[in-house]
Nanobody
Framework: QVQLVESGGGLAQAGGSLRLSCAAPGPISSINIMGWYRQAAGKQRELVATIGREGIENYVDSVKGRFTISRDNAKNTVYLQMNSLKPEDTAVYYC??????????????WGQGTQVTVSS
């Protein structure tokens, strides 16, 4: 089982910045797509950004130009740099990793979630 470890959430003012990290330690032999999702109170979980193994990025329109996803393949870690934060970015952010372990084929694994709160 892959246990993803998220960090970096917290409270920020509108216009501020936060950086999320998600590490995937454990018996991983290969990672495909890494991504971030978020779920605001009373809403469905939505995709925020993904990044492929070769670095191809994809963003939801609402964060384009403000958020940047990146990954360090040597550390099995994905990051989300969030700039120009808005109150509507307030949500629990979850990382998602499509990975293969030594004992299982490619599967999706989720982080525990980290709260991001943006005050106006």
């Amino acid at each position: 089982q892959v246990q993803l470890v998220e960090s970096g959430g917290g409270l920020a003012q509108a216009g501020g910045s936060l950086r999320l990290s998600c590490a995937a330690p454990g018996p991983i032999s290969s990672i495909n797509i890494m991504g971030w999702y978020r779920q605001a109170a009373g809403k469905q979980r939505e995709l925020v950004a993904t990044i492929g193994r070769e670095g191809i990025e994809n963003y939801v329109d609402s964060v384009k130009g403000r958020f940047t996803i990146s990954r360090d393949n040597a550390k099995n870690t994905v990051y989300l740099q969030m700039n120009s934060l808005k109150p509507e970015d307030t949500a629990v952010y979850y990382c998602n990793v499509n990975a293969r372990t030594m004992w299982s084929p490619f599967s999706n694994f989720w982080g525990q979630g980290t709260q991001v709160t943006v005050s106006s």
